[in-house]
Nanobody, 121 residues
Framework: QVQLTESGGGLVQAGDSLRLSCASS????????MAWFRQGPGKEREFVAM????????RYADSVKDRFTISRVARVNMIHLQMTNLKPEDTGVYYC??????????????WGQGTQVTVSS
């Protein structure tokens, strides 16, 4: 069993920064990629950012480009999401995800329980 555990969420004001972390535990996997998704109030879950383990390829959603930075600690299967200049529309539950094969872009095998990020205006 693979567990992904997110941390670092909280309540902040617009313009503030937060750093999310995601740690993998349980059965050891060799990820193809890990990613962050989020689900805002009344919205569907959406892609935020991903990083591949081979080559370190990175991709961001247009809505967070230039404000969010994804990074990894490959040896321990951990990723971070540094979020700056947060906006109220960034509010939501942020989920960490991992996959072991390339598959389709947003198709992931393992998911965390999520961490709440709330940005007040």
């Amino acid at each position: 069993q693979v567990q992904l555990t997110e941390s670092g969420g909280g309540l902040v004001q617009a313009g503030d920064s937060l750093r999310l972390s995601c740690a993998s535990s349980g059965r050891t996997i060799s990820p193809y990629a890990m990613a962050w998704f989020r689900q805002g109030p009344g919205k569907e879950r959406e892609f935020v950012a991903m990083i591949s383990w081979v080559g370190g390829r990175i991709r961001y959603a247009d809505s967070v480009k230039d404000r969010f930075t994804i990074s990894r600690v490959a040896r321990v299967n951990m990723i971070h999401l540094q979020m700056t200049n947060l906006k109220p529309e960034d509010t939501g539950v942020y989920y960490c995800a991992a996959k072991v094969y390339k598959g389709t872009d947003n198709d992931y095998d393992y998911w965390g329980q999520g961490t709440q990020v709330t940005v007040s205006s």
